[in-house]
């Protein structure tokens, strides 16, 4: 058999990547992505909608010198499936080119490292015209021309990204100062959320800074870390040696969030549609607001997310794609993750009765507790954790505890308000009053609990302080006398 060498029309190739599907925001996510893994502690950038305009990105990392930047430009600069160091945000030794000319005609790489500045730059008209990988090696005076890099020789190290020609930016608008109005928060939001693990510096990170135009990020966590309560222990998967990190949360309820604290966690509508897991890849947040089809997005489970932490040497089971935003979970961890979906669907719920400041006070424990919200309306809810409850949610199977906990939600807000209104103000003694019914049913169901249980006077003492069976100390003492 002949053998053809058959590499690809320059022109064509480099056309054809830019519909990977790339929006501004994953663009630009994708270039911080390098700086991280130069080890950059701040990223700034820049955009101009001038005569001339012109989007930067700066970064202090460790840059690059001639021969890496000239490799840093080729498309597939490092072979997917090469082991990478474990703090390494890349993958597919593309994005700097696919995610920059996604959104220009001409993207220029600067960098500066030991004292050296290199430059080069990929032009798709040059290519278009030249039909040829056509790259160009930027003299000094070319450099100089580059905006801001003074600021990079300033920062003594690291690279400067300029994106020229910006057609696809504006495609579709009046003027690229009314597009990038419009886009610009929307970059800020995603980037305060995607990175918001580096912005905040966590423990073995290097905390970064970012900026777009000299305005400073913060950091915006969906989990509310210092807020929420985790309701499960953390889990862990090992694949082929590497870990999985699996950390369930529940948020607070609205009732005790600031205005600002439920705009940051995508508004009361938002909340519901972004309930989820949250995937983040070497703490970079890949994926989120999904179950993965493996529930469905309910009002119950709104505030529940679980973070998950992948490391990058599982990037082919997590099926990674080349913008990062598409990830899904492996067959052995969808079982893990559906076993927690599942243990969450019934522990969230006790969260929901601690929605707002209990105001029932007893030292017993009470089957109904009265609520005041924030609102200053009040509620009230079938206490979760009432023995009874509890030990029947316990006895029983997870489709039946889904049952009984919608039971108990249906009975809670299904109260009579009105027609217990009308009575109690027309003086009408109410069933549930009758003395005599209460005691029954006390009697029948201690005798039933006694029936049951190993130890009648362990039974007995926890019956003490449970309300309404505590009312009835001597009932509860005649019932005891009886078994012995
Ligand atoms: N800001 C930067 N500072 C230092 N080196 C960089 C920077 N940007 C890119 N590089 C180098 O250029 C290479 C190519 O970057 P590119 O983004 O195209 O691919 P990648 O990051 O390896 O993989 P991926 O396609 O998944 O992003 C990187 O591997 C890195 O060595
Ligand atoms: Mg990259």
């Known amino acids: ?87 390494d945000l890349g993958r597919f030794g593309l994005g700097l080119k696919t995610a920059s000319l996604s959104q220009c005609r001409c993207l220029t790489v600067v960098s500066l490292k030991k004292g050296i500045l290199s430059g080069r730059r990929w032009d798709l008209d040059l290519i278009s015209q030249r039909q040829e990988w056509v790259l160009l090696e930027l003299g000094e005076t070319d450099i100089n021309k580059i905006e801001h890099i003074n600021k990079l020789i300033e920062n003594k190290t690291g690279t400067l990204i300029s994106w020229t020609k910006l057609d696809r930016i504006i495609v579709g608008e009046y003027s690229l100062e009314e597009t990038f109005n419009k886009k610009m928060p929307i970059v800020r939001e995603h980037l305060e959320m995607v990175f918001h693990r580096y912005l905040k510096g966590e423990q073995g990170l290097i905390k970064l800074e970012i900026f777009i135009n000299n305005n400073p990020l913060q950091g915006n966590d969906p989990f509310l870390i210092e807020k929420s309560y985790q309701i499960l222990d ?193 003086d009408c003694k109410v069933s549930m009053d009758d003395e005599d019914e209460k005691l029954e049913l006390i009697r029948k169901m201690v005798e039933q609990l006694i029936s049951i249980s190993n130890d009648p006077q362990v039974v007995i003492e926890k019956l003490m302080k449970v309300d309404p069976f505590a009312n009835y100390p001597e009932l509860l003492k005649e019932l005891l006398e009886e078994v012995y």
């Open 1 to 87: 058999m002949k053998e053809l060498i058959l590499p690809p029309y320059a022109p064509v190739l480099m056309e054809s990547t830019r519909a990977l599907g790339y929006t501004l925001e994953a663009a630009i996510a994708d270039i911080l992505d390098n700086s991280i893994t130069a080890e950059a502690s701040r990223i700034d950038i820049f955009f101009e909608p001038s005569d001339n305009p012109y989007f930067s990105i700066l970064d202090n990392g460790s840059g690059m010198n001639d021969l890496e930047l000239n490799n840093a430009m080729r498309y597939g600069s490092r072979h997917p499936k090469e082991v990478r160091d474990s703090n």
């Open 234 to 426: 953390d889990e862990k998967v090992f694949i082929d040696g590497s870990e999985i990190l699996i950390k369930p949360y529940i948020l607070p309820h609205m009732s005790n969030l600031t205005s600002t604290e439920i705009n940051k966690l995508g508004g009361s509508d938002g909340l519901r549609n972004q309930q989820g897991f949250y995937i983040y890849r070497n703490k970079r947040l890949v994926v989120w607001g999904t179950w993965f089809r493996l529930a469905r997005m309910e009002d119950s489970s709104k505030l529940a997310r679980v973070m998950v932490d992948i490391p990058n040497s599982l990037d082919e089971q997590w099926t990674l794609d080349i913008r990062k935003s598409i990830a899904s979970p492996p067959d052995v961890v969808k079982k893990s993750l559906k076993r927690i979906v599942d243990k969450i669907a019934l522990g969230s719920k006790r969260v929901w009765v601690t929605r707002g400041r209990r105001e029932t006070e007893s030292s017993n424990i009470l089957l109904w507790q009265r609520f005041r919200n924030r609102d200053g309306t009040v509620q009230y809810d079938i206490n979760r954790e009432y023995p009874l409850i509890e030990n029947l949610l316990e006895s029983i199977g997870e489709s039946e505890q889904k049952q009984l906990i919608n039971l108990l939600r249906l009975i809670e807000i299904n109260i009579p308000m009105n027609a217990l209104r009308v009575d109690f103000n027309n």
